[in-house]
């Protein structure tokens, strides 16, 4: 048995598929619009990661200076407190 539509229906059927269509294509233009929204805010989170990335190198350049300053001044304390200490006794005795 084959089922034969009726004309009566065509202009239905145009009808709905004019509203999917219509549908269909504001969807797309509110998926494109939010896929270049996506795009726009995804290049601004990678230079907001590279500005982070350089403050992050730069402060680790200063911590490393400052370690090393911090470990040169710790090493120069230690040798004039060895001086103070010789300077202070002869001979096992005190000035």
């Not at 269509?21 to 270049?36: D, V, W, Y």
């Not at 403050?55 to 040169?72: H, K, N, P, R, Y």
Request: hydrophobic fraction near 40%; glycine fraction near 4%.
């Amino acid at each position: 048995m084959s089922r034969k539509h009726k004309p009566q229906n065509l202009p239905a059927t145009k009808s709905k598929l004019n509203e999917m269509s219509s549908a269909f294509a504001e969807h797309k233009t509110a998926t494109g619009n939010e896929l270049a929204a996506i795009g726009k805010e995804t290049t601004a989170l990678r230079d907001v990661l590279a500005e982070v990335q350089a403050s992050l190198a730069a402060q680790i350049q200063v911590l490393t200076t400052l370690e090393a300053s911090s470990q040169d001044t710790a090493a120069r304390l230690n040798e004039t407190v060895e001086k103070l200490k010789k300077s202070f006794f002869i001979g096992g005795k005190f000035k």
